[in-house]
């Protein structure tokens, strides 16, 4: 009996370990999605950024 358990006991860790690794996954490639789409917004506000605070700047030096 405790045999068959510690035969069944690591396949169903590595059941469990495989099913949380693609969720992982899955949820990394999501993550990566967002990341890439906010740098790509960020990019267009930093310029819009930079062209404001470099005038700023610019009126700011005496």
Partial sequence: CSSLLAA????????GYLEAHS???KAFQEYTKMMLRRRSLDSK???KMN???ASKASK???
């Fill in 45 to 47: 506000q930093t310029t």
């Fill in 8 to 15: 069944s006991y690591p396949s169903r860790i590595l059941e």
């Fill in 23 to 25: 969720i992982y996954k």
């Fill in 51 to 53: 062209s404001t605070s």
């Fill in 60 to 62: 700011m030096k005496p």
